[in-house]
C-alpha cells in the first residue's frame, strides 16, 4: 500500500513557477502509474497529467500542455510536477495518486495523497 504526501504548494504571482513534489512511503513505488490531478474551488476534480513506471511516457490535459512537466525519481521515491507559466485558472488543490493502469480517469487511481493548495494571483 502506498502513502502519498504532496508538498511545494503556495501563492505565485502569474507567469511564475513552482514545483510540486509526491512522496510515497510504499516499497512498490516504480510499480505505479503516478498521476496529478487538481480541484479547483467549486469545480470537480480534474486531470492533470500522469507519468508511466519507467517515466518513458507522459500524457498531460490540454490546458496545462507546454507549461506543465511530471517527472520522476523512482530511487527516491518520488514524482514531481514542475509548473511554469502559471495562470490564475491554474489555482486549485494539487493532488498526487497512484494507479496500476495506464488512465486519465480519476477513479481507476487506488491512492490518493492529501493535496497541497496552489494560488495564482494575477
Known amino acids: 500500500q502506498e502513502q502519498l504526501v504532496e508538498s511545494g504548494g503556495g501563492l505565485v504571482q502569474a507567469g511564475g513557477s513552482l514545483r510540486l513534489s509526491c512522496a510515497a512511503s510504499?516499497?512498490?513505488?516504480?510499480?505505479?502509474?503516478m498521476g496529478w490531478f487538481r480541484q479547483a474551488p467549486g469545480k470537480e476534480r480534474e486531470f492533470v497529467g500522469a507519468?508511466?513506471?519507467?517515466?518513458?511516457?507522459?500524457n498531460y490535459a490540454d490546458s496545462v500542455k507546454g507549461r506543465f512537466t511530471i517527472s520522476r525519481d523512482n530511487a527516491k521515491n518520488t514524482v514531481y510536477l514542475q509548473m511554469n507559466s502559471l495562470k490564475p485558472e491554474d489555482t486549485a488543490v494539487y493532488y498526487c495518486?497512484?494507479?496500476?493502469?495506464?488512465?486519465?480517469?480519476?477513479?481507476?487511481?487506488?491512492?490518493w495523497g492529501q493535496g497541497t493548495q496552489v494560488t495564482v494571483s494575477s
Open positions: 495518486a497512484a494507479t496500476t493502469g495506464w488512465t486519465t480517469r480519476l477513479y481507476e487511481y487506488q491512492y
Open positions: 510504499g516499497r512498490t513505488f516504480s510499480s505505479y502509474v
Open positions: 507519468i508511466s513506471r519507467s517515466g518513458a511516457m507522459r
